[in-house]
């Protein structure tokens, strides 16, 4: 079973606010992925990062920026919540070995008011 | 752009009835998965298969990879009310140093009783 954590799994704010949506994952993989999601719909890979200190931007725009300072913590920052962010926000890891398998956390459901 | 097509988008059948979803795309993978997804969860691995014409068997669901590892199927048999979710297929690509998954659109699935 995956180790890999997300808080809050529900957070609703009012426009403006500044967010941190957290995840961590203690299965010391180097591979930490964001992904946006409407519920049942496709996945959208908007961060990732493959290892400390690097970053990149995915496929989809977004407004959002991540930090890598930990191996193991892959936090997602919202700096002014806009209603349009309101969506499921997944974070997953993969390492040497998985044969490319991500592993997935619960997830957090954001809604913008 | 790499694409990874997947069909049904949605299927609704009743239990007891067979299905099959398809991903397929134009390019090689050197693996693919098929990931299964409940409400307001992320993603779980159901399988992987590396080898041009591999199967792969999980209880009532039997997964394919083509020959050319460019497609795939999920066929279950005698679907149940517990099988419901979103089924999502993904191809991994080489990126540069990595590799990367493709994500198929997803296949929302609904058994009735």
């Known amino acids: 079973e995956a180790d890999i954590y997300q808080t809050p799994r529900y957070l609703v704010i009012g426009t403006g606010k500044k967010i941190t949506l957290e995840c961590s994952q203690t299965?010391?993989?180097?591979?930490m992925y964001w992904y946006q999601q409407d519920p049942g719909m496709e996945l959208h890979l908007i961060h990732y990062s493959y290892g400390v200190n690097s970053t990149e931007k995915g496929d989809l725009s977004s407004e959002s920026t991540v930090s890598r300072i930990r191996t193991e913590h892959f936090p997602l920052t919202l700096e002014s919540a806009r209603p349009s962010h309101t969506s499921q926000y997944l974070c997953?890891?993969?390492?040497?070995?998985?044969?490319?398998?991500?592993?997935f956390g619960p997830g957090t459901r954001l809604t913008v008011l | 752009t790499q694409l990874l097509e997947q069909s049904p988008q949605f299927l609704s059948i009743q239990e007891g009835e067979n299905l099959t979803v398809y991903c397929n795309s134009s390019?090689?993978?050197?693996?693919l998965q098929w990931y299964r997804q409940e409400p307001g969860e992320g993603p779980v691995l159901l399988v992987t298969?590396?080898?041009g014409g591999e199967v792969k068997k999980l209880k009532r669901l039997t997964f394919q990879f083509g020959d050319a590892r460019k497609d795939s199927s999920l066929h279950i048999t005698a679907a149940q009310p517990g099988d419901t979710g979103l089924y999502l297929c993904?191809?991994?690509?080489?990126?540069?140093?990595?590799?990367?998954?493709?994500w198929g659109l997803g296949t929302s699935l609904a058994v009735n009783p």
């Open positions: 997953a890891s993969s390492g040497v070995g998985t044969s490319d398998t991500q592993y």
């Open positions: 298969v590396v080898t």
């Open positions: 299965m010391g993989h180097d591979k």
């Open positions: 993904a191809g991994a690509v080489e990126a540069g140093n990595n590799r990367k998954l493709i």
């Open positions: 390019s090689v993978f050197s693996s």
